[in-house]
């Protein structure tokens, strides 16, 4: 017989779609923003948010029970150190990652089954098109999924320039499908010898200005990287660009970049890199959402980085962990 510990342990990872949903709708809600400023009763809150109060009420005290929110007193809620972390103004939210997987993606993840039979994407299965596509037709969402990775970016970002060693050979830095910035502003505020270039989509770089201290330092240009890359860089990064893709269109990535890169130039994979054994690893749970959400993305091991790397034409130099649950995957072109 097992434990009752080991029942209930059970338990609540299977129903953790519950909590997730619940942590959802108070993202969605924006409860944590209402209480940013102390305890408030539920009744404010309920008018604030256009809830029903005695349904909000059930929603809080099942928060409650999993440590995120606290009744600080009947009928009044406040932050709790999870909750913080849903305050849009938080350093570290996560509220749009939050409302961001309770959608598009809790719906994707009820056709896991088809997806682990056949391999193929979830995401088609439901809504007739790839996650991409489907964001270009739905900008609200597409903001949310914006501002989720934003969130995300900014820890991640902090963690690679803390572990990278090797920025003082850095001249010339193309951030490929580098989105609105962010890391390469956090780059070169960091090391003012370096300039930088963000290579995206032209929809993705509209209206976007590089800040003012980083002027005559950073370029926006507007391309797509199965087509090209800027080219006569020493250095090319790619975060979370690889994992969205199979093989063969990384590849087609990978060759533009062989073709497009100075003699002697690297290149930076920012990514998860899944380790041996049973360990738990964030990265492991991410690949599976890949499964789910993309056209054979995924996230590879140390290993499948070395042979993705041969078939485009380089050779893997070192793999720098961080203090995010991503490395550092350096390579250079072979030959």
Request: net charge negative; proline share 6%.
């Amino acid at each position: 017989m097992s434990s009752p510990e080991t029942v209930n342990q059970l338990m609540a990872m299977a129903s953790g779609a519950w909590v997730s949903q619940m942590i959802h709708v108070a993202a969605e809600l924006g409860l944590a923003d209402a209480m940013a400023g102390g305890e408030q009763p539920l009744e404010l809150l309920a008018q604030g948010c256009g809830a029903d109060a005695p349904s909000l009420f059930r929603l809080l005290r099942g928060l409650a029970s999993v440590g995120v929110f606290s009744e600080t007193r009947p009928g009044h809620f406040g932050l709790t150190p999870l909750a913080e972390l849903l305050r849009s103004d938080h350093p570290q939210s996560l509220r749009q990652f939050a409302r961001l997987v309770g959608e598009e993606h809790l719906i994707s993840w009820a056709g896991l089954l088809d997806c682990v039979r056949t391999g193929e994407s979830g995401f088609r299965r439901r809504y007739g098109t790839d996650v991409f596509s489907w964001y270009e037709q739905h900008p609200q969402r597409a903001a949310v999924f914006n501002g989720a990775m934003g969130d995300l970016s900014r820890m991640e970002v902090l963690a690679f320039l803390d572990a990278y060693p090797g920025f003082s050979e850095i001249q010339h830095l193309v951030d490929v499908g580098g989105c609105r910035g962010q890391l390469l502003e956090a780059v070169l505020s960091a090391h003012p010898h370096i300039r930088g270039t963000v290579f995206d989509q032209a929809a993705v770089l509209e209206g976007l200005t590089p800040a003012p201290q980083l002027a005559g330092r950073l370029e926006l240009q507007a391309g797509d990287f199965f087509s090209g890359v800027p080219s006569g860089a020493d250095t090319y990064l790619m975060k979370h660009i690889v994992h969205d893709w199979h093989d063969q269109a990384c590849l087609t990535i990978l060759g533009h970049i062989r073709r497009a890169m100075a003699p002697q130039a690297r290149l930076l994979i920012l990514e998860p890199v899944i380790p041996p054994g049973n360990a738990p690893f964030p990265g492991k749970l991410l690949d599976l959402n890949m499964l789910v959400m993309t056209e054979g993305g995924r996230e590879r091991t140390a290993e499948q980085y070395e042979q993705l790397l041969a078939a485009g034409g380089f050779r893997l130099e070192r793999i720098v962990p961080t203090a995010a649950a991503i490395s550092v995957v350096e390579a250079r072109a072979a030959g």
